[in-house]
């Protein structure tokens, strides 16, 4: 059973109710990024407590203007090609690792070494539904406003501003393990479903400390807790005069610079509830 009085060293809920002077005025969700039909089968509480508010707020939206631009910031300049500035035999080895994606060999090569390492970061998609974007789709339907948390160009500069011997190093490793992504994003989602944050940032932190010290240190300041500080600051004037419903990344939530932690520092308290899931039939 969760802690009622759950602090940072206790925290391990996906679900929180946000709450002022004794009312409930927003809810926060811890999300991953996964076509998992089991983190797709909402509990009728959750739909309740997202249809009930009047905003939802996302890490970004993912509009058509936004994914476009996204494609765009994930190309070398006009002139460049990936093969150049990471090696042939390296490329080729890429070539191979992203051929189960889809992707066409001309974008490839025009890929920046972060695009290409992000990409082979998560298993192929299959059906494009992940979780973050059906719960927006939601939101949309059921007439809540939409907002993002970051401008894309924020949620990128921590990439945008990696050290290109860092991007090299992580897209080796994501070269590497290219095959055994599948098998790691299924842990990811079964320690999501068991409801524990904890168990869930111990499986990240072992997966970021095999790219060194470094860039684990690099990822988590710019990655996480820098985002997590601009995030609460944009969720703030949203919690002044509306309910709203936050959904972001698990991994936002924990720790002493995670976003229970922050919102607790601006005087709001945040009270676990149940796994936002249904549970399985048998």
């Known amino acids: 059973m969760v802690n ?8 391990q809920a996906l679900f929180w109710s946000i709450n002022k002077d004794g009312q409930t005025i927003g809810h926060l969700l811890g999300t991953i ?13 959750l739909l309740r ?5 009047q905003v939802y707020a996302m890490e970004m939206v993912p509009d058509l203007p936004t994914l476009a631009r996204l494609t765009e910031y994930m ?4 002139g460049h090609s990936l093969e150049a500035v990471i090696g042939a035999g390296r490329f080729a080895s890429l070539t191979n690792a992203l051929s189960a994606y889809g992707v066409p060999s001309t974008f490839i090569n025009r890929m920046k070494p972060w695009a290409a390492m992000m990409t082979l970061s998560t298993p192929p998609p299959i059906t494009g539904f992940y979780m973050d974007l059906s719960l927006s789709l939601r939101a949309s339907g059921s007439g809540l406003q939409v907002v993002g948390l970051e401008t894309l160009e924020q949620q990128l500069s921590f990439l945008e501003n990696m050290p290109v011997d860092m991007q090299l190093s992580l897209l080796d490793q994501a070269i590497d393990e290219f095959d055994q ?3 790691a994003h ?7 479903l068991e409801n524990n944050l904890a168990d869930l940032q111990s499986l990240s932190d072992e997966h970021l400390q095999e790219a ?4 684990k240190e690099y990822f988590m300041q710019t990655g996480i807790h820098d985002r997590n500080r601009r995030m609460v600051e944009s969720i703030l004037p949203h919690l002044a005069d509306r309910t709203v419903f936050v959904a972001v990344g ?22 676990p509830l149940a796994l936002p899931f249904k549970k399985p039939q048998g």
């Open 250 to 271: 698990a991994l936002h939530l924990v720790g002493e610079d995670g976003l229970l932690a922050l919102l607790r520092q601006h005087g709001y308290e945040l009270k």
């Open 212 to 215: 060194g010290q470094e860039a």
């Open 33 to 45: 990024h996964s076509e998992d039909p089991r983190v797709l089968d909402f509990s009728d509480d």
């Open 49 to 53: 407590r997202l249809q009930d508010s």
């Open 186 to 192: 299924d842990q990811m989602v079964d320690a999501y």
């Open 4 to 11: 009622a009085h759950a602090g940072p060293d206790t925290d």
């Open 181 to 183: 992504v599948g098998e």
């Open 75 to 78: 190309r070398l300049p006009a």
